[in-house]
T-cell receptor, first 112, second 118 residues
Framework: GENVEQHPSTLSVQEGDSAVIKCTYSDSASNYFPWYKQELGKRPQLIIDIRSNVGEKKDQRIAVTLNKTAKHFSLHITETQPEDSAVYFCAASVGSARQLTFGSGTQLTVLP | DAGVIQSPRHEVTEMGQEVTLRCKPISGHNSLFWYRQTMMRGLELLIYFNNNVPIDDSGMPEDRFSAKMPNASFSTLKIQPSEPRDSAVYFC????????????????FGPGTRLTVL
């Protein structure tokens, strides 16, 4: 089955700096890669996703890049703010199977 | 839309007791997922249903766990008998058949049930 690895497990940045979280996947058939944000005590919520037919997608301060050849994808957050502090999960999905395999999560702390 | 609804939000029980977690997916969604989240193991998919039919239950830890979806608006996850190692947050998520490419696979999570087995 699919295996998703996520790094780093913890990340601290100064407010205003950029943060990058990286994930690799094992199944070359995976074609959908969402990122979820989970604040303390809350549910995971989708913040951005990318499909395998594009290499990059951006939404305001967040962007995701995908390298299908290397089977890795990354989340980039620019101009970080304290409210960006949360656990971020990457995931991968194989088409019609419709189930997500999640990475282990990254605890992002933005220091004011 | 009220989103995915889960009950109870918190459950404290003693080892050996039966526990039933409940989920109401978003109306119109035809896929439903049960996850377990712990510090040690992260987010694990336990089972998922498509059109009320269980598709993959390979994530169910053992026979003590069972899940049902009797209709499109209700699902249960049962643990019998419960053990302390079952303590976790259990999330239910649902997904629509997809009408827009960008949201085709998005899963919407419920608030979770925090289960503590003493």
């Amino acid at each position: 089955g699919e295996n998703v690895e996520q790094h780093p497990s913890t990340l601290s940045v100064q407010e205003g700096d950029s943060a990058v979280i990286k994930c690799t996947y094992s199944d070359s058939a995976s074609n959908y890669f969402p990122w979820y944000k989970q604040e303390l005590g809350k549910r995971p919520q989708l913040i951005i996703d990318i499909r395998s037919n594009v290499g990059e997608k951006k939404d305001q301060r967040i962007a995701v890049t995908l390298n299908k050849t290397a089977k890795h994808f990354s989340l980039h957050i620019t101009e970080t703010q304290p409210e960006d502090s949360a656990v971020y999960f990457c995931a991968a999905s194989v088409g019609s199977a419709r189930q997500l395999t999640f990475g282990s999560g990254t605890q992002l702390t933005v220091l004011p | 839309d009220a989103g995915v609804i889960q009950s109870p939000r918190h459950e404290v029980t003693e080892m050996g007791q039966e526990v039933t977690l409940r989920c109401k997916p978003i109306s119109g969604h035809n896929s439903l997922f049960w996850y377990r989240q712990t510090m040690m193991r992260g987010l694990e998919l336990l089972i998922y249903f498509n059109n009320n039919v269980p598709i993959d239950d390979s994530g169910m830890p053992e026979d003590r766990f069972s899940a049902k979806m009797p209709n499109a608006s209700f699902s249960t996850l049962k643990i019998q008998p419960s053990e302390p190692r079952d303590s976790a947050v259990y999330f239910c998520a649902s997904r629509s058949p997809g009408t827009r490419i960008s949201s085709y696979n998005e899963q919407f999570f419920g608030p979770g049930t925090r289960l503590t087995v003493l």
